[in-house]
C-alpha cells in the first residue's frame, strides 16, 4: 500500500484551516471578553495581591479535593459557563458548537449572547452565525435587557426565528415540530419565509407551520400558529407585526410535518398543558394527561400524550416511584416507540429497574 | 494610560487576530472552542506585557512565541494525570470534538494527517508544525520554545518515527 507524504497532507491541512479562519461569531465573543477585561482595575496593591493569592491557594486546594461537579462548581462547556448544575449532570461539547445536556439540570449562560438557558430534561444547543439553535428539548430561555440600538437575541427553531429584547420564554423543540410559550417581555417570531408574528404574555406559537398560517390574522379560529394559551381567553390568531420581515435564511428548512394529524389532534390539549405548566401547575398537567390517556384518540396521539406525561412526572414532579411505572407502562404499550430514547432518559435519570 | 493600551490592544487584535486564531487551531488539531480559549488568553498576555514591550513592531514574532508556548503549555495540561483521570471517568470531560472536521471531510489525506498530529504528544505537535508547517530551523525552535538545539532534534526524530509508525512518509527534510 503506498504511503502518502505527511508533510504534503499537513499542509493541504493547514490551508483548510486558513480558509476557515475566524468565525465571526468567535471574533465576537473575543472582543467582548477581551475588552471587558481591560475595562477592570489590574494595579491593585501588594496586599490585595497577597490576600488574592491566599485565597486562590485555598479555592485550588477546594478545586483538588471536591468531585467534579457540584451545585456551586462553575465551569464552562462549549463557550457557555454552567451554573447551578445538579449531581448527576453530564453535558458535553460536540460537533459544530454544540452543546448536549444528557442527562441533569443546569444554567447554560451565554453572556456574549446576553442570556441564559435552562434545560427542562434532556437537551441540545448549537451556536450559529445568526444566532443560538435549540436543536431538541425543552428550554427556558432568559435574556438580559438589551442596551438601546443593540441587535435583539436570537433563538432558532426548525421552523423559524424567534428574536428577543429581554424576557422569559420556554421553547419546545421535538424532531417533528416544537412551541413557545411566552411569560414575560415580548418576542418576535420569524419564519424563514419572512411572515413575522409578535407574542405578548400569554401567547403560544406551535410549529411546524402551514403555508396558509397566518393568512386569515387578526380573525378567531383561523389558522395561525399562534394561540392564546391562558384559559380565560378565547383562542384568537394574533396580527402579524408591522415591519419588514427579514429575507428568509436558507439554511433554515422546515422538516416535513410527519405527524401532522397527531398535533392537530392534540393542540388544544397540549395549549392547556403549556398553560398549567407556565403556572408550575404540574400535578394538574399531569392528572389532565392521565385523562387524557382514556381519551379515544389515534395510538399515534396516545403515545405522544403518554410520553408528556412521562416527561412531567420526570422532570417537574421528579415522582420516581410514579414515572418509573409509568415508563414501564409506556415501553410495554409502545415497544418500538417514538420517543425510546427519551423514555431511556427518563429511567436512567431516576435509576428505574428495566 | 489604559485608552493607549486599549488602542494598542485593540490595533494588535485587528492586526493579528487570524494568524494567532490560526496558530491555535493548527496546534489544537482543529478545534476551534479550544482555539477560541487560548487566542483569548494570549491577547490578555499582550495586555500584560505591553507596558513593558519596547519594540511594537516586531509584535508578530512575539505573539508568535508567546502563542507556541502557550499552546504548548495547555496541550500539557489536557494530558495531565488529573485531567486524564477526569476523562476516563466522565464522558463530559473527554476531550472536545473537533469542530473543523468538517471543513476537511473532503480531503481524505488531509483529514488523515490532522488527526496523526493529534496523536502526537504536546512536544512533537508543536515542534513538528513549527517545522513542517512553518520552515523553521531547530535553532529558532529552540529559540521559542526555550529548548537546547539537541533537545529539539530529539523531539522532531520521535516525531517523525510516530508520524511514520501511522503509515506516513516523512520527507527527509523534515526529519
Given amino acids: 500500500m503506498a504511503r502518502h507524504d505527511f508533510g504534503a497532507a499537513l499542509r493541504e491541512a493547514d490551508r483548510a484551516l486558513e480558509r476557515f479562519g475566524m468565525p465571526d461569531e468567535v471574533d465576537r465573543r473575543l472582543q467582548h471578553r477581551l475588552f471587558e477585561t481591560l475595562g477592570r482595575p489590574r494595579r491593585w496593591p501588594t496586599l490585595v495581591w497577597l490576600g488574592l493569592g491566599v485565597c486562590a491557594t485555598a479555592a485550588l486546594v477546594v478545586v483538588l479535593v471536591r468531585p467534579e461537579s457540584g451545585p456551586a462548581h462553575l465551569r464552562s462547556v462549549g463557550g457557555m ?13 460536540g460537533e459544530n458548537g454544540e452543546v448536549e445536556v444528557a442527562q441533569g439540570d443546569c444554567t447554560l449562560v451565554d453572556r456574549a449572547w446576553g442570556g441564559s438557558f435552562r434545560g427542562l430534561g434532556p437537551l441540545t444547543l448549537r451556536r450559529e452565525r445568526t444566532g443560538l439553535r435549540v436543536v431538541r ?31 422569559r420564554f420556554t421553547v419546545s423543540q421535538r424532531a417533528d415540530g416544537g412551541q413557545v410559550a411566552l ?33 386569515g390574522a ?16 378565547p383562542l384568537r390568531v394574533l396580527p402579524p407585526a408591522g415591519r419588514h ?63 408528556e406525561l412521562g416527561s412531567i412526572l420526570t422532570y417537574h414532579l421528579g415522582d420516581a416511584e410514579r414515572a418509573c411505572t409509568h415508563w414501564r407502562a409506556h415501553r410495554a404499550r409502545y415497544p418500538a416507540g417514538r420517543y425510546d430514547r427519551e423514555v431511556h432518559l427518563g429511567e436512567t435519570r431516576l435509576g428505574c429497574s428495566r | ?51 513593558r514591550l519596547e519594540r511594537l513592531d516586531d509584535i508578530g514574532g512575539w505573539l508568535y512565541r508567546v502563542t507556541t508556548n502557550l499552546a504548548l503549555s495547555r496541550l500539557r495540561q489536557r494530558r495531565s494525570v488529573r485531567m486524564a483521570l477526569r476523562r476516563l471517568f466522565s464522558p463530559s470531560e473527554r476531550e472536545a470534538q473537533v469542530s473543523t472536521d468538517l471543513l476537511l471531510m473532503q480531503r481524505e489525506q488531509a483529514a488523515r494527517a490532522m488527526a496523526t498530529l493529534r496523536a502526537l504528544p504536546p512536544r512533537e505537535r508543536v515542534v513538528l ?20 538545539e539537541g533537545f529539539v532534534s530529539k523531539l522532531v526524530a520521535r516525531a517523525c518515527a510516530h508520524v511514520r509508525a501511522l503509515g506516513w512518509e516523512v520527507s527527509d527534510g523534515e526529519a
Fill in chain 1, 245 to 307: 420581515a427579514p429575507p428568509p435564511d436558507p439554511s433554515l428548512e422546515p422538516p416535513a410535518p410527519s405527524v401532522a394529524e397527531v398535533e392537530a389532534d392534540l393542540q388544544p390539549l397540549l395549549q392547556q398543558i403549556a398553560v398549567l405548566r407556565s403556572r408550575g401547575l404540574y400535578e394538574q398537567a399531569a392528572r389532565t394527561l392521565e385523562q387524557a390517556l382514556h381519551e379515544s384518540y389515534a395510538p399515534a396521539t396516545l403515545e405522544r400524550v403518554s410520553f
Fill in chain 1, 218 to 233: 387578526g380573525a378567531p379560529g383561523t389558522d395561525s400558529p399562534v394561540r392564546r394559551i391562558r384559559p380565560e381567553a
Fill in chain 2, 1 to 51: 494610560m489604559a485608552n493607549r493600551q486599549r488602542l494598542t490592544l485593540e490595533t494588535c487584535y485587528r492586526l493579528h487576530r487570524e494568524r494567532v486564531f490560526r496558530l491555535c487551531l493548527r496546534y489544537g488539531g482543529g478545534d476551534a472552542s479550544w482555539a477560541e480559549d487560548v487566542t483569548h488568553d494570549v491577547f490578555i498576555k499582550l495586555l500584560e506585557h505591553l507596558p
Fill in chain 1, 137 to 167: 428539548g425543552v428550554v427556558e430561555v432568559r435574556v438580559q435587557k438589551r442596551a438601546a440600538g443593540s441587535p435583539p437575541a436570537r433563538v432558532l427553531i426548525s421552523d423559524g426565528t424567534i428574536e428577543v429584547l429581554g424576557t
Fill in chain 2, 129 to 148: 508544525c513549527m517545522k513542517v508547517l512553518d520552515g523553521k530551523s531547530q535553532r529558532e525552535i529552540a529559540d521559542a520554545l526555550s529548548m537546547s
Fill in chain 1, 183 to 215: 411569560y414575560e417581555g415580548l418576542i418576535e417570531f420569524t419564519s424563514p419565509d419572512g411572515r413575522v408574528w409578535r407574542l405578548e404574555p400569554g401567547d403560544m406559537l406551535a410549529w411546524p407551520l402551514d403555508e396558509g398560517d397566518g393568512a
Fill in chain 1, 81 to 93: 459557563t454552567v451554573v447551578d448544575p445538579s449531581a448527576d449532570l453530564r453535558i458535553s461539547a
